[in-house]
């Protein structure tokens, strides 16, 4: 039974049984040995990392600039180039707050800023790395809005586009630059347009086969087909929410909506067949005063959702990973919400920012087991996992870590194998997430927020998905965005 008929069977079952459980993820036994890092290397800045089609080179967004490594001898990875200060000799210069890169073949996408800058270009820097010791910045396309994330396929870039309105996916030309077309939710259906933007941010995409799978937070996902980027048409949505009832939230509701679950769609990715597609929900915990008891605490981290895309206009879920727990799920303390992750074959591996790296079998989706759990949560926040290549009977994944406090962000390779961490450290005290709800207890008074509740964002990317401190530390999109038109005026 290839993939798709074996997805189409469990679903048919799922939905036969839709008032039971959905299944979440069980251990597998251990390989002989611990299960620990092959290698590491300080990438000063690290955030998401993409692997060469050899899997030999991995290549990082590095803030302010990005690295290649080389990874051909996983115990011993090394830094073959690195670029700094970008286009700084630009008035507006230089090209900094770069959070995503992506290939296509031997072109290199790094994109930025991930959230606003005042003063800093906004755009798409294209390198080529068929020598990746000795990348060639062959282009710059300057855009009029900051960009998160972005995919790279088929010579376009898909870029997400926070302008603090419609907030839509943008197809680029690679090669001239020129815009091919714009996606958004609100011209999908117009009732998003009552929905504050940073409750449905274009937070990632990810393209298989021209059909765009958009993460847009609490809107969920939606399949768009993008083969003629003028002309796109939605083939399906995995749980898009209610706009009415989101657009009718009170300010602390929709404070507690943006960083609670359900909803909170931040990265998606299928499998090589594009059947099985991947949620990461990153949420965290909110904390409810109430009237007559101690405060509550409302939510806590997300974990990555399977869902059955086989028939985009009928999808499916089959089973639901659930992130480890915190100590302190809040976000201002540990953080153990799913973020990027990496399907290969009948495996995932995923990252967990101070909850480690997990690689599962995902063989039987609806019923996903752990192989190997790895966690350093002092000195390691994991940004993504990514398989690299096969190295002797076994192979190689990596996982770029932005480091902890005054630990270095670095990049980790790992043997892919089942195994058990030795002596695996705590990640805090005994407090769990387990007992946490989504929907806190009525109050009185719901539609009035909390004093730390009351500045309302309105910017998009101060969805917290983006970064934290984003509203504080630079300007909203909008004003931004007139800043920069002033200027160019």
């Given at each position: 039974m290839d993939r798709r008929q074996f997805l189409r069977t469990v679903s048919a079952s799922a939905l036969a049984a839709s008032t039971a459980s959905v299944a979440g993820s069980r251990p597998a036994a251990a390989h002989p040995g611990p299960f620990e890092p092959l290698g590491r290397i300080d990438v000063d800045g690290a955030k998401e990392a993409v692997v060469s089609a050899d899997g030999e080179t991995v290549f990082v967004a590095a803030t302010d600039g990005y690295a290649?490594?080389?990874?051909s001898a996983p115990d011993r990875p090394e830094l073959v180039a690195e670029r700094r200060d970008l286009r700084s000799d630009r008035e507006d210069g230089p090209f900094r707050g770069l959070y995503d890169a992506k290939l296509d073949g031997d072109t290199l996408l790094v994109v930025?800023?991930?959230?606003?800058?005042?003063?800093?270009?906004?755009?798409?820097?294209?390198?080529?790395?068929s020598d990746p010791a000795n990348p060639d910045e062959t282009a710059f396309h300057e855009t009029g809005f900051p960009i998160h994330n972005c995919f790279a396929a088929d010579g376009r870039a898909y870029l997400t586009a926070n302008d603090?309105?419609?907030?839509?996916?943008?197809?680029?030309?690679v090669d001239s630059g020129d815009e091919l077309g714009r996606w958004s939710v609100v011209a999908a259906d117009d009732r998003w347009a009552d929905v504050p933007p940073s409750m449905r941010s274009v937070h990632d995409v990810w393209v298989r086969d021209a059909v765009a799978h958009v993460a847009l937070w609490d809107a969920g996902t939606w399949l768009v087909d993008l083969s003629d980027p003028a002309s796109p048409s939605v083939l399906g949505t995995v749980s898009p929410g209610d706009p009415e009832e989101l657009a009718a939230l009170p300010?602390?509701?929709?404070?507690r909506e943006r960083r609670t679950p359900p909803g909170n769609h931040h990265y998606v990715a299928t499998d090589d067949a594009g059947d099985l597609l991947g949620v990461g929900v990153e949420s965290w915990a909110v904390e409810v005063d109430r009237d007559d008891g101690p405060t509550e605490l409302v939510g806590g981290p997300g974990g990555v959702e399977?869902?059955?895309?086989?028939?985009?206009?009928?999808?499916a879920r089959l089973s639901t990973i659930d992130p480890p727990a915190s100590p302190d799920p809040?976000?201002?303390?540990?953080?153990?919400?799913?973020?990027?992750?990496d399907f290969r074959d009948d495996r995932l591996y995923t990252?967990?920012?101070?909850?480690?790296?997990?690689?599962?079998?995902?063989?039987?989706?609806?019923?996903p087991v752990e192989l190997a759990w790895w966690r350093d949560p002092e000195r390691a926040s994991f940004w993504t996992a990514q398989y690299a290549y096969p190295f002797a009977d076994e192979g190689v994944f990596v996982a770029s870590s932005r480091g902890v406090d005054d630990a270095s962000p670095a990049l980790y390779t790992f043997p892919d194998h089942a195994g058990d961490q030795r002596d695996p450290p705590t990640l805090g005290a005994?407090?769990?997430?387990?007992?946490?709800?989504?929907?806190?207890t009525p109050t009185g008074d719901d539609a009035a927020p909390p004093a730390s509740d009351t500045n309302s964002p309105t910017s998009a990317t101060d969805a917290p998905g983006f970064g934290l401190g984003v509203g504080a530390a630079a300007l909203g999109v909008a004003g931004w965005l007139a800043r920069r038109r002033g200027r160019r005026d």
């Amino acid at each position: 039974m290839d993939r798709r008929q074996f997805l189409r069977t469990v679903s048919a079952s799922a939905l036969a049984a839709s008032t039971a459980s959905v299944a979440g993820s069980r251990p597998a036994a251990a390989h002989p040995g611990p299960f620990e890092p092959l290698g590491r290397i300080d990438v000063d800045g690290a955030k998401e990392a993409v692997v060469s089609a050899d899997g030999e080179t991995v290549f990082v967004a590095a803030t302010d600039g990005y690295a290649a490594v080389d990874i051909s001898a996983p115990d011993r990875p090394e830094l073959v180039a690195e670029r700094r200060d970008l286009r700084s000799d630009r008035e507006d210069g230089p090209f900094r707050g770069l959070y995503d890169a992506k290939l296509d073949g031997d072109t290199l996408l790094v994109v930025g800023p991930a959230n606003p800058i005042p003063g800093a270009p906004a755009g798409v820097l294209v390198v080529d790395v068929s020598d990746p010791a000795n990348p060639d910045e062959t282009a710059f396309h300057e855009t009029g809005f900051p960009i998160h994330n972005c995919f790279a396929a088929d010579g376009r870039a898909y870029l997400t586009a926070n302008d603090g309105d419609r907030n839509p996916l943008v197809v680029l030309d690679v090669d001239s630059g020129d815009e091919l077309g714009r996606w958004s939710v609100v011209a999908a259906d117009d009732r998003w347009a009552d929905v504050p933007p940073s409750m449905r941010s274009v937070h990632d995409v990810w393209v298989r086969d021209a059909v765009a799978h958009v993460a847009l937070w609490d809107a969920g996902t939606w399949l768009v087909d993008l083969s003629d980027p003028a002309s796109p048409s939605v083939l399906g949505t995995v749980s898009p929410g209610d706009p009415e009832e989101l657009a009718a939230l009170p300010p602390r509701g929709r404070h507690r909506e943006r960083r609670t679950p359900p909803g909170n769609h931040h990265y998606v990715a299928t499998d090589d067949a594009g059947d099985l597609l991947g949620v990461g929900v990153e949420s965290w915990a909110v904390e409810v005063d109430r009237d007559d008891g101690p405060t509550e605490l409302v939510g806590g981290p997300g974990g990555v959702e399977l869902w059955d895309v086989s028939d985009p206009a009928n999808p499916a879920r089959l089973s639901t990973i659930d992130p480890p727990a915190s100590p302190d799920p809040t976000v201002g303390g540990v953080w153990t919400t799913a973020h990027n992750f990496d399907f290969r074959d009948d495996r995932l591996y995923t990252s967990w920012y101070r909850g480690g790296v997990k690689r599962h079998d995902v063989s039987d989706p609806t019923d996903p087991v752990e192989l190997a759990w790895w966690r350093d949560p002092e000195r390691a926040s994991f940004w993504t996992a990514q398989y690299a290549y096969p190295f002797a009977d076994e192979g190689v994944f990596v996982a770029s870590s932005r480091g902890v406090d005054d630990a270095s962000p670095a990049l980790y390779t790992f043997p892919d194998h089942a195994g058990d961490q030795r002596d695996p450290p705590t990640l805090g005290a005994a407090t769990t997430t387990e007992s946490l709800v989504n929907t806190p207890t009525p109050t009185g008074d719901d539609a009035a927020p909390p004093a730390s509740d009351t500045n309302s964002p309105t910017s998009a990317t101060d969805a917290p998905g983006f970064g934290l401190g984003v509203g504080a530390a630079a300007l909203g999109v909008a004003g931004w965005l007139a800043r920069r038109r002033g200027r160019r005026d």
